[in-house]
T-cell receptor, first 117, second 116 residues
Framework: GAVVSQHPSRVICKSGTSVKIECRSL??????MFWYRQFPKKSLMLMAT?????????EQGVEKDKFLINHASLTLSTLTVTSAHPEDSSFYIC?????????????FGPGTRLTVT | AQTVTQSQPEMSVQEAETVTLSCTYD???????LFWYKQPPSRQMILVIR??????QNATENRFSVNFQKAAKSFSLKISDSQLGDAAMYFC?????????????FGTGTRLKVLA
């Protein structure tokens, strides 16, 4: 099956700094990737849809200037949390849209745990 | 707007027994997809099973099967012969087949414990 990787798996940063999270499709090309945020013991909340070569589409309530998304190639999307604050601490998951034979499916990365101190 | 509801925060099942996880959804669309995803302690989301709304036949994948009741907007997951490795969070998800956005709407999840 399609494999999606994320790097780093864990990151700790100081308040006010920026941190970049990478999402890669390892054995396929992904024109569309998604970024989710998951709070402890909660569901996944879609933050934005990342489209290769164009601007990301953000969900309502997500600050596009704070969560910068770049999808510069067909195998890589990045999420940069700018001027991070402790409330940005969370588990961030990316997924890639993949043709599953009958319809598109999403294959997920292993997630990145961000802790802002 | 579409919503997905999982009313069971936690379920337990004895190893080798059968358990059913509930999911209900609300939509005005007639064409859509429903999914069950498994999130083990590693946090890696894994697709368990998929159901197309236009198909009346319930989807099955080995020990996993669904009971899809379109009129009732119900989509439950049955796990047969439960194994210790089935212990995980299970999320039900909805995706429109017509909007073109391919966005998923997830339920709040059910934590499944498998007792040895």
């Amino acid at each position: 099956g399609a494999v999606v990787s994320q790097h780093p798996s864990r990151v700790i940063c100081k308040s006010g700094t920026s941190v970049k999270i990478e999402c890669r499709s390892l054995d396929f090309q992904a024109t569309t990737m998604f970024w989710y945020r998951q709070f402890p013991k909660k569901s996944l909340m879609l933050m934005a849809t990342s489209n290769e070569g164009s601007k990301a589409t953000y969900e309502q309530g997500v600050e596009k200037d704070k969560f910068l998304i770049n999808h510069a190639s067909l195998t890589l999307s990045t999420l940069t949390v700018t001027s991070a604050h402790p409330e940005d601490s969370s588990f961030y998951i990316c997924s890639a849209r993949v043709w599953g034979g009958e319809t598109y499916e999403q294959y997920f990365g292993p997630g990145t745990r961000l802790t802002v101190t | 707007a579409q919503t997905v509801t999982q009313s069971q925060p936690e379920m337990s099942v004895q190893e080798a027994e059968t358990v059913t996880l509930s999911c209900t959804y609300d939509t005005s669309e007639s064409d859509y997809y429903l999914f069950w995803y498994k999130q083990p302690p590693s946090r890696q989301m894994i697709l368990v099973i998929r159901q197309e709304a236009y198909k009346q036949q319930n989807a099955t994948e080995n020990r996993f099967s669904v009971n899809f009741q379109k009129a009732a907007k119900s989509f439950s997951l049955k796990i047969s012969d439960s194994q210790l490795g089935d212990a995980a969070m299970y999320f039900c998800a909805y995706r429109s087949a017509t909007s073109g956005t391919y966005k998923y709407i997830f339920g709040t999840g059910t934590r499944l414990k498998v007792l040895a």
